[in-house]
């Protein structure tokens, strides 16, 4: 099931339009390029130019994807996983090692649910990755259409306003919506009102930074996914041990020889070794997720670089507001005063802007020492009760070496004993024998008289 983004929309698609890949030799007065195509005579000719609602134009540009949707793929993913994994997860009644990491070996209770949980994350940061992309794909081809063609003049002033917002408006259905046709037409649409350069400079330079902020924004999810996997692979493990330990404390309170105890042993390192499996599957889901949403992030900035490099080059050096330098007047006629300007409409912002960032680094740092806090709680509990079940399993290492030695003891001394009885028992023959041979004598000497 694809996103709704997948759907190939209205209208030419970017096979029929021709990228510049270089930059055109200057034409006319101005000298000036354009960065994207222009539609190709082949499909401008294809059918009737379709009808655009206005409506569409004025919609917000975001690369925003939809939980919910993601959210009901991911449960249909981690169905049919689970599904085709069931045949291969146990062999011979024997769980395979798969079958181990996916389904793992104790019960729900015991944290079975655990592997299930991150198979369902990690689905729904794919569904979310799969929609990203086509969003993105969109936003990509909308940088094929020629926004303010140079054919309908050199120089963007209040005369000519109305023929580029007619053609932005006349472009097809998959433009409305890109950050392209976004950033330009309110440009224009500002300078109609404000009827100056300089101000549709500010204002386009605040709308960068505002396109900027929805798509840092875009990726919180994301990052949310990257983060809570792996302490779903720790609580997993965390839940793993402390069943295991809890067993085999009880195995030690109710077992009173040593088939028992290694009984217990056996069932807190097989505990162990499926408590560690999570945290070994999240970490591996966890680095899967981190290198395609990475790439997204800078394809989707480079995007934006783009976008600004054709509004500073296209827009904003043609604005023609009747006043000293004309077009050139609309970012000072050079790159340096295009900079001045830019860093002046910043100014004002930075230092909000250094504020956020310090205040963000600050709850980082916070949350971090909460966490390294914890962690080290945990552990310090884990390597107590792991010392005191060292312990306990001395002491009754010591009892059970007692036991053997007093047992070897009764032994030398019953075999002592036997041995003793023994030469007794055979020093009480010989007397025997001995006065039955002097009463025989007897008897015969006085048989003889």
Same mark, same amino acid.
């Given at each position: 099931?694809?996103?709704?983004?997948?759907?190939?929309?209205?209208?030419?698609?970017?096979?029929?339009?021709?990228?510049?890949?270089?930059?055109?030799?200057? *034409?006319?007065?101005?000298?000036?390029?354009?960065?994207?195509?222009?539609?190709?005579?082949? /499909?401008?000719?294809?059918?009737?130019?379709?009808?655009?609602?206005?409506?569409?134009? !004025?919609? !917000?540009?975001?690369?925003?994807?939809?939980?919910?949707?993601?959210?009901?793929?991911?449960?249909?993913?981690?169905?049919? #996983?689970?599904?085709? $994994?069931?045949?291969?997860?146990?062999?011979?009644?024997?769980?395979?090692?798969?079958?181990?990491?996916?389904?793992?070996? %104790?019960?729900?209770?015991?944290?079975?649910?655990?592997?299930?949980?991150?198979?369902?994350?990690?689905?729904?940061?794919?569904?979310?990755?799969?929609?990203?992309? #086509?969003?993105?794909?969109?936003?990509?081809?909308?940088?094929?259409?020629?926004?303010?063609?140079?054919?309908?003049?050199?120089?963007?002033?209040?005369?000519?306003?109305?023929?580029?917002?007619?053609?932005?408006?006349?472009?097809?259905?998959?433009?409305?919506?890109?950050?392209?046709?976004?950033?330009?037409?309110?440009? $224009?649409?500002?300078?109609?009102?404000?009827?100056?350069?300089?101000?549709?400079?500010?204002?386009?330079?605040?709308? %960068?930074?505002?396109? !900027?902020?929805?798509?840092? !924004? /875009?990726?919180?999810?994301?990052?949310?996914?990257?983060?809570?996997?792996?302490?779903?692979?720790?609580?997993?493990?965390?839940?793993?041990? &402390?069943?295991?330990?809890?067993?085999?404390?009880?195995?030690?309170? %109710? &077992?009173?020889?040593?088939?028992? $105890?290694?009984?217990?042993?056996?069932?807190?390192?097989?505990?162990?070794?499926?408590?560690?499996?999570?945290? #070994?599957?999240?970490?591996?889901?966890?680095?899967?997720?981190?290198?395609?949403? *990475?790439?997204?992030?800078?394809?989707?900035?480079?995007?934006?670089?783009?976008?600004?490099?054709?509004?500073?080059?296209?827009?904003?050096?043609?604005?023609?507001?009747?006043?000293?330098?004309?077009?050139?007047?609309?970012?000072?006629?050079?790159? %340096?005063?295009?900079?001045?300007?830019?860093?002046?409409? +910043?100014?004002?912002?930075?230092?909000?802007?250094?504020?956020?960032?310090?205040?963000?680094?600050?709850?980082?740092?916070?949350?971090?020492?909460?966490?390294?806090?914890?962690?080290?709680?945990?552990?310090?509990?884990?390597?107590?009760?792991?010392?005191?079940?060292?312990?306990?399993?001395?002491?009754?290492?010591? +009892?059970?070496?007692?036991?053997?030695?007093? $047992?070897?003891?009764?032994?030398?001394?019953?075999?002592?004993?036997?041995?003793?009885?023994?030469?007794?028992?055979?020093?009480?023959?010989?007397?025997?024998?001995?006065?039955?041979?002097?009463?025989?004598? *007897?008897?015969?000497?006085?048989?003889?008289?």
């Amino acid at each position: 099931m694809l996103p709704p983004e997948a759907d190939e929309p209205d209208g030419p698609t970017a096979a029929t339009f021709d990228v510049a890949t270089k930059p055109a030799k200057p *034409s006319g007065k101005g000298g000036r390029s354009t960065s994207v195509g222009l539609p190709s005579k082949a /499909s401008t000719k294809k059918g009737a130019p379709q009808t655009v609602p206005e409506a569409a134009f !004025a919609a !917000a540009a975001d690369t925003n994807v939809s939980g919910l949707w993601a959210c009901l793929t991911a449960i249909t993913a981690t169905a049919v #996983f689970y599904l085709l $994994l069931w045949p291969i997860s146990s062999i011979g009644g024997k769980q395979t090692y798969i079958g181990r990491l996916f389904i793992g070996t %104790s019960s729900y209770a015991a944290g079975g649910w655990v592997p299930i949980a991150e198979v369902f994350t990690f689905c729904w940061a794919g569904g979310m990755l799969v929609q990203k992309w #086509f969003k993105i794909r969109r936003q990509q081809r909308g940088l094929l259409y020629d926004v303010l063609p140079q054919e309908l003049g050199e120089a963007i002033t209040l005369d000519n306003l109305d023929q580029f917002t007619s053609h932005i408006r006349s472009l097809p259905k998959e433009a409305a919506g890109s950050f392209l046709v976004t950033r330009c037409l309110p440009g $224009l649409e500002h300078f109609r009102v404000r009827k100056s350069a300089s101000d549709t400079a500010t204002m386009l330079s605040s709308q %960068s930074d505002i396109d !900027a902020s929805s798509v840092d !924004a /875009s990726y919180t999810m994301f990052h949310v996914f990257i983060w809570a996997i792996p302490i779903l692979g720790f609580l997993g493990t965390v839940i793993g041990v &402390s069943d295991a330990v809890a067993g085999f404390t009880g195995t030690l309170e %109710s &077992s009173s020889d040593i088939g028992g $105890l290694k009984t217990g042993l056996k069932s807190i390192t097989s505990g162990l070794g499926t408590a560690f499996d999570t945290t #070994f599957v999240a970490l591996s889901m966890a680095m899967l997720l981190t290198f395609p949403v *990475s790439s997204l992030q800078k394809n989707e900035g480079d995007l934006l670089g783009h976008i600004d490099e054709y509004t500073n080059e296209n827009f904003l050096r043609r604005l023609d507001d009747g006043r000293d330098g004309g077009a050139e007047r609309g970012l000072g006629g050079s790159r %340096s005063d295009v900079a001045r300007l830019i860093n002046a409409a +910043l100014a004002p912002h930075q230092a909000q802007l250094d504020a956020w960032t310090k205040s963000v680094q600050a709850i980082g740092e916070d949350v971090a020492a909460q966490v390294k806090q914890d962690w080290e709680g945990v552990a310090a509990t884990f390597v107590e009760e792991h010392a005191r079940q060292a312990s306990r399993i001395h002491e009754i290492d010591g +009892l059970v070496s007692a036991s053997r030695e007093g $047992l070897l003891q009764t032994v030398a001394d019953v075999t002592a004993a036997r041995r003793e009885a023994s030469e007794t028992m055979h020093e009480a023959a010989s007397s025997v024998q001995t006065y039955a041979v002097s009463l025989k004598r *007897s008897h015969s000497e006085a048989r003889g008289g």
